[in-house]
């Protein structure tokens, strides 16, 4: 059974990325990063896998790559 996927916070991207906030918040918008997912009233975070491919090829990483928005 594989394992599930972890949920990470703001800082844990920011350190396996190498970006600012800032960017991560345009390249959102822009469609070229995982968008966050709510987890809470006031909190939110990326899927941990979400993460790891775009971090593998962040070229061609895209929102419409056969991704699911929940």
């Not at 703001?10 to 345009?26: A, K």
């Not at 959102?28 to 997912?37: C, K, L, R, V």
């Amino acid at each position: 059974m594989p394992e599930p996927d972890r949920i990470i916070r703001l800082r844990t991207v920011l350190n396996r990325t190498g970006l600012s906030r800032s960017t991560i918040y345009r390249k959102i918008a822009e469609g070229t990063f995982p968008a966050q997912i709510k987890i809470s009233i006031n909190g939110a975070g990326w899927r941990e896998s979400d993460i790891t491919l775009w971090v593998a090829d962040p070229v061609s990483w895209h929102t419409k790559a056969g991704k699911n928005s929940d």
